[in-house]
T-cell receptor, first 114, second 114 residues
Framework: DAKTTQPTSMDCAEGRAANLPCNHS???????VYWYRQIHSQGPQYIIH???NNETNEMASLIITEDRKSSTLILPHATLRDTAVYYC???????????????FGAGTQVVVTP | DVKVTQSSRYLVKRTGEKVFLECVQD?????MFWYRQDPGLGLRLIYF???????EKGDIPEGYSVSREKKERFSLILESASTNQTSMYLC?????????????FGAGTRLSVL
């Protein structure tokens, strides 16, 4: 699986958009980009994933560069409840090894302030 | 909404005790996972199961065993608890499909072994 690099931490003002970068320069053609977050003392929560097209759901938007070497998760209007550690994971969608084993790195600690 | 329920949020056990951590999911998922999470080490996969009575070792299976007698239930067993097994334990489940990397997590069990 491709390795990802994320900033250690970032702050965001409540109501503003939070843009979380992730570098995955060694990504291969069949690997997807997944984003999860973990609010303190809770289990991780799936946010969104994509292959090469930009994706949007009720939680966030995912922008993947044309060369697929980096991506940005966008929380359009951050709230205090979005304070969490955000994980960017790159993984093949279907493989016969490690059946969906996710490798969570250190992630980005996002703090949303009033 | 998918629900993954872990039997206890907090557990305190003594060294040498046999410990059972239970996890139940209500979405008819084929895959179930047990992770542990420790500061500075992130989430590490202990065991996973892709079908009833099937199990595969993850990255750190030593000192643990698992049981999956029914599709909805996946149990993690510490045969003889030790202090280095003090940790946050997280259960997750997913479909066995191209969406297998969309895992749904429980709230976690914080285990202290004294």
């Amino acid at each position: 699986d491709a390795k990802t690099t994320q900033p250690t931490s970032m702050d965001c003002a409540e109501g503003r958009a939070a843009n979380l970068p992730c570098n995955h320069s060694t990504i291969s053609g069949n690997e997807y980009v997944y984003w999860y977050r973990q609010i303190h003392s809770q289990g991780p929560q799936y946010i969104i994933h994509g292959l090469k097209n930009n994706e949007t759901n009720e939680m966030a938007s995912l922008i993947i560069t044309e060369d697929r070497k980096s991506s940005t998760l966008i929380l359009p209007h951050a709230t205090l409840r979005d304070t969490a550690v955000y994980y960017c994971i790159v993984r093949v969608a279907r493989s016969t090894d490690s059946w969906g084993k996710l490798q969570f790195g250190a992630g980005t600690q996002v703090v949303v302030t009033p | 909404d998918v629900k993954v329920t872990q039997s206890s949020r907090y557990l305190v056990k003594r060294t040498g005790e046999k410990v059972f951590l239970e996890c139940v999911q209500d979405m008819d998922h084929e895959n179930m996972f047990w992770y542990r999470q420790d500061p500075g080490l992130g989430l590490r996969l202990i065991y996973f199961s892709y079908d009833v009575k099937m199990k595969e070792k993850g990255d750190i299976p030593e000192g643990y065993s698992v049981s999956r007698e029914k599709k909805e239930r996946f149990s993690l067993i510490l045969e003889s608890a030790s202090t280095n097994q003090t940790s946050m334990y997280l259960c997750a489940s997913s479909f066995d499909s191209i969406a297998k990397n969309i895992q749904y997590f429980g709230a976690g069990t914080r285990l202290s072994v004294l």
